[in-house]
């Protein structure tokens, strides 16, 4: 606001004060909001990257194991196994949102498909392809915790970053702009009182002058 804009009264000032205090509030609590964002987002890439860690171990070993299916059975036989199964699965999420720091959080559940015979005979196949099946299903279930964490993370991020800008302005521009305000206008009233008061004064030993 440039000096000719400025409204040099009393409930200008007034009122500048109040927007400026309600201004310092809102900056302290988005602070507050900011620290518990930050807090949330540590605590959930935390927990995101472990279990990423997790994810990668786990196929490690299921590529492991599935090497040493391919020894006992044959490669042939395990693929068409898997070709039948892959037919059999139906795997559906469940989609949910709890509200945490004051953001709704996916919470993403995997729902377990019916249970069906294996399209395999236990007589002339190894255990391995047993332990296999099961771990898969497990790798699927880390999959699905990871990509939940994953979008939790990018919402936190993203309310993270509009709260930042927010406290930027606020503290870069907004308050600055009104302390300056507020500035310009005491500056003019002081000066108005220091004038009136001078013309008080000069009228009345203007009045004492007449009088004697």
Same mark, same amino acid.
Request: aromatic share 8%; net charge positive.
């Given at each position: 606001?440039?000096?000719?804009?400025?409204?040099?009264?009393?409930?200008?000032?007034?009122?500048?004060?109040?927007?400026?205090?309600?201004?310092?509030? @809102?900056?302290? +609590?988005? /602070? %507050? $909001?900011?620290?518990?964002? *930050?807090?949330? !987002?540590?605590?959930? #890439?935390?927990?995101?990257?472990?279990?990423?860690?997790?994810?990668?171990?786990?196929?490690?070993?299921?590529?492991?194991?599935?090497?040493?299916?391919?020894?006992?059975?044959?490669?042939?036989?395990?693929?068409?196994?898997?070709?039948?199964?892959?037919?059999?699965?139906?795997?559906?999420?469940?989609?949910?949102?709890?509200?945490?720091? @004051?953001?709704? +959080?996916? /919470? %993403? $559940?995997?729902?377990?498909? *019916?249970?069906? !015979?294996?399209?395999? #005979?236990?007589?002339?196949?190894?255990?391995?392809?047993?332990?296999?099946?099961?771990?898969?299903?497990?790798?699927?279930?880390?999959?699905?915790?990871?990509?939940?964490?994953?979008?939790?993370?990018?919402?936190?991020?993203?309310?993270?970053?509009?709260?930042?800008?927010?406290?930027?302005?606020?503290?870069?521009?907004?308050?600055?702009?009104?302390?300056?305000?507020?500035?310009?206008?005491?500056?003019?009233?002081?000066?108005?009182?220091?004038?009136?008061?001078?013309?008080?004064?000069?009228?009345?030993?203007?009045?004492?002058?007449?009088?004697?």
């Amino acid at each position: 606001m440039s000096f000719q804009k400025v409204k040099p009264t009393k409930p200008e000032l007034t009122r500048l004060k109040k927007k400026r205090n309600f201004s310092q509030r @809102g900056e302290s +609590l988005l /602070e %507050i $909001k900011r620290e518990q964002l *930050h807090n949330l !987002l540590q605590n959930t #890439s935390s927990s995101f990257f472990r279990v990423r860690n997790q994810m990668r171990e786990t196929l490690l070993a299921n590529m492991e194991l599935l090497k040493e299916t391919y020894q006992f059975i044959g490669k042939e036989k395990v693929e068409r196994i898997s070709l039948y199964n892959l037919s059999k699965l139906d795997p559906k999420i469940e989609l949910t949102y709890i509200h945490r720091g @004051g953001i709704d +959080l996916p /919470e %993403i $559940k995997l729902k377990e498909t *019916h249970e069906y !015979l294996p399209s395999y #005979s236990f007589y002339d196949t190894a255990l391995h392809i047993d332990i296999l099946i099961k771990n898969l299903h497990e790798s699927l279930k880390i999959l699905v915790k990871l990509g939940e964490l994953d979008k939790r993370m990018y919402r936190i991020s993203e309310n993270y970053k509009k709260i930042n800008r927010r406290i930027d302005a606020l503290e870069d521009l907004v308050i600055p702009k009104l302390n300056n305000d507020i500035r310009v206008i005491e500056d003019i009233l002081s000066d108005g009182e220091r004038e009136e008061f001078i013309r008080l004064k000069k009228i009345k030993e203007f009045l004492e002058i007449e009088e004697s």
